[in-house]
């Protein structure tokens, strides 16, 4: 059940609202102690497959900051996991795949998935509906791109180097394993979509790594064939990426309701560049929260100003929560978004 009336809803879809929506990318876990503590005795994946304690982790973060969104506590190689790919979650490193992708043999270790796969999923965005009440749910997914990165890699780079031999060097097998991730993509979305989640977002984290004539031509069919597969959803489609200021209207074209900028653009010429229709997410850069109070407000204020260039604007950092960030500062910065939003 989508929540029509909810400030996030109504600003993705560029209707009127009482105050700027706010969350925060990687809001659940990380910089909180009542995660850390959860965290000391189990994995992530293993927690990420626990309706119970996703359901908590999940809720963490809107009891204390209150703000707009819960995030579902997830990673985006849980549906790569559950298609058959042997990895963990290494602490401090992130994603690591036991045996990468590379040759064409590989793509059979990747299959499709259905709900009846991720059951924990289903179960969890239930619970969560649930407990939530009048606060949206955002359902995610990585990109194909993104996850093909981890995949072909082994885990994170900074380079992209073999990622981007096989994009370039072997397009025919690229294509096949993007085509295969869509799919993966698609189906994990749709499950969190019919279980009850109002909004989606697609992390295209890395996909800063491209040039746009790369990304239109290796990355943007296969994104196009998740977001217009969710396009009768009636849910909003968030498509979010770092270092993505050369990518904003291709992603916009992939079939995003609502782009998400990072903070090294400015959210009003973020809207230029995007053109016209499509709601912005953004932008505060995540290590201004180390910074004094009054140039966290500063910066918020003027992250609001620019958010005004857009149809609608959901306020949210540039990218995730740093791990180290003091957690009241967060608090403190979503009541800031609610005052300044709401008196204008
Ligand atoms: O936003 C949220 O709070 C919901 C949960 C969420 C996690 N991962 C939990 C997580 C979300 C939305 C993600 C997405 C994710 N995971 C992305 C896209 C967003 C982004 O940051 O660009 C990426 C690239 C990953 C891959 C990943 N998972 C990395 C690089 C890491 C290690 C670095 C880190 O964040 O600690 C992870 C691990 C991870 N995913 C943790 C959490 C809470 C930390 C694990 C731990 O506590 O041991």
Not at 217 to 240: C, Q
Request: proline share 7%; with cysteine.
């Amino acid at each position: 059940m989508t929540l029509t009336d909810s400030a996030l809803v109504r600003a993705c879809r560029g209707q009127d609202v009482p105050h700027t929506p706010v969350w925060f990318m990687r809001q659940a876990g990380r910089s909180l102690p009542e995660y850390r503590k959860i965290r000391e005795s189990i994995g992530m994946l293993e927690s990420c497959r626990r309706p119970d304690l996703v359901t908590e982790i999940t809720l963490q973060p809107v009891r204390r900051h209150r703000v707009d969104a819960a995030i579902l506590y997830s990673d985006i190689v849980v549906p790569i996991a559950a298609a058959g790919v042997d990895l963990d979650i290494v602490p401090g490193t992130g994603p690591v795949v036991a045996e990468p992708i590379r040759a064409e043999k590989d793509l059979d270790r990747l299959r499709p998935i259905a709900a009846e796969d991720v059951p924990f999923v289903t179960e969890s965005v239930r619970l969560l509906v649930g407990e939530l009440g009048a606060t949206p749910l955002i359902g995610f997914a990585g990109a194909p791109f993104t996850l093909a990165s981890y995949l072909i890699e082994g885990g994170p780079t900074r380079t992209y180097t073999r990622t981007k031999a096989m994009m370039y060097g072997e397009p025919g097998r690229w294509h096949a394993l993007m085509t295969r991730l869509a799919g993966i993509t698609l189906s994990f979305l749709r499950t969190q979509i019919e279980a009850g989640v109002s909004a989606v977002q697609l992390f295209d984290s890395w996909a800063g790594a491209l040039s746009e004539s790369d990304y239109r031509e290796y990355v943007l069919p296969h994104s196009r064939e998740v977001l217009a597969g969710l396009a009768n959803k009636d849910v909003p489609r968030i498509h979010f990426g770092v270092g993505t200021g050369v990518l904003l209207r291709a992603m916009a074209d992939a079939g995003a309701d609502v782009v998400g900028v990072d903070w090294r653009t400015p959210l009003d010429q973020a809207v230029k560049q995007i053109g016209p229709g499509h709601a912005v997410q953004g932008n505060l850069d995540p290590a201004v929260l180390f910074a004094p109070w009054e140039v966290v407000e500063r910066e918020a204020r003027r992250v609001l100003d620019q958010g005004r260039a857009a149809p609608g604007h959901v306020f949210n950092l540039g990218h995730g929560v740093l791990p180290e960030t003091d957690p009241t500062v967060l608090t403190r910065l979503a009541e800031l978004v609610h005052e300044v939003s709401g008196s204008q």
